[in-house]
C-alpha cells in the first residue's frame, strides 16, 4: 500500500521568502510515479509536476524546484521568491502499481504581502 | 481542447435524498476517476473505468454508491440516501490510453447535505 506524509499542516510567509514544502512517501512497488498539485481556493486540482521512481534528478521550473531522494523517501517541493498568487494548498501524490493516486493531506501555504 | 467537465458545481440536499453527479472527460481519454475530497484532506480514489468497465473500487464506495460509464464517455456517480458524513467535493479526473499517471481533475462537485 502506498502512503504519502506531508507533516506541515499550514506555512505561513512574506513574500519574496523562499519557502519548502516536505512530502515524504511509502510503497513496495519498485516503479512508482511522485507528483504535485496545486489547490487554489477555488477548488480545482492543478499539476505541477511528475516524476518516475527511476528518474531522480532534481527539476526546477521557473520559480518552482524539486528535489528527489529515494535514500529518504522523500519529494520536497521549494518555492523560490514566493508571491501572494502562490498561496494555495499544496498536495504531494504518489502512483504505484494501481491506477489510484494516493494524495498526502496537503499543506497550505500562505503568502503574505 | 475543453478540460474535464463536472455537472452540477455545487450541490444542496438534505439528509436521505439520492444526488446524482456528472463528469465529461476529456475527449478520446479512456479512462475515468472519481474522487471524494472531505475539508482538510487530500483527496481520496473512489472508482475508475476503462472505456465503459468499471475496473476498480474502494472500499469507501459503500453501497450507497454507484457510478456507471454506460457508453465510454460521460459518467455519473449517484449517492443514495443521503448522509451529512458524504458532505464532500467529487473531483473526476480523465487520463489517456496508456497513461493513467496524466490524470487531468474537473473543478469538482461540492455537495452538501443538510
Known amino acids: 500500500a502506498q502512503k504519502v506524509t506531508q507533516a506541515q499542516t499550514e506555512i505561513s510567509v512574506v513574500e519574496k521568502e523562499d519557502v519548502t514544502l516536505d512530502c515524504v512517501y511509502e510503497?513496495?512497488?519498485?516503479?512508482?510515479?511522485l507528483f504535485w498539485y496545486k489547490q487554489p481556493p477555488s477548488g480545482e486540482l492543478v499539476f505541477l509536476i511528475r516524476r518516475n521512481s527511476f528518474d531522480e534528478q532534481n527539476e526546477i521550473s521557473g520559480r518552482y524546484s524539486w528535489n528527489f531522494q529515494k535514500s529518504t523517501s522523500s519529494f520536497n517541493f521549494t518555492i523560490t521568491a514566493s508571491q501572494v498568487v502562490d498561496s494555495a494548498v499544496y498536495f504531494c501524490a504518489s502512483q504505484g502499481g494501481s491506477e489510484k493516486l494516493v494524495f498526502g493531506k496537503g499543506t497550505k501555504l500562505t503568502v503574505n504581502p | 481542447d475543453t478540460g474535464v467537465s463536472q455537472d452540477p458545481r455545487h450541490k444542496i440536499t438534505k439528509r436521505g435524498q439520492n444526488v446524482t453527479f456528472r463528469c465529461d472527460p476529456i475527449s478520446e481519454h479512456n479512462r475515468l476517476y472519481w474522487y471524494r475530497q472531505t475539508l482538510g484532506q487530500g483527496p481520496e480514489f473512489l472508482t475508475y473505468?476503462?472505456?465503459?468497465?468499471?475496473?476498480?473500487k474502494s472500499r469507501l464506495l459503500s453501497d450507497r454508491f454507484s457510478a456507471e460509464r454506460p457508453k465510454g464517455s460521460f459518467s455519473t456517480l449517484e449517492i443514495q440516501r443521503t448522509e451529512q458524513g458524504d458532505s464532500a467535493m467529487y473531483l473526476c479526473a480523465s487520463s489517456p490510453p496508456f497513461a493513467s499517471y496524466e490524470q487531468y481533475f474537473g473543478p469538482g462537485t461540492r455537495l452538501t447535505v443538510t
Open positions: 510503497t513496495r512497488d519498485t516503479t512508482y510515479y
Open positions: 473505468f476503462q472505456n465503459e468497465a468499471q475496473l476498480e
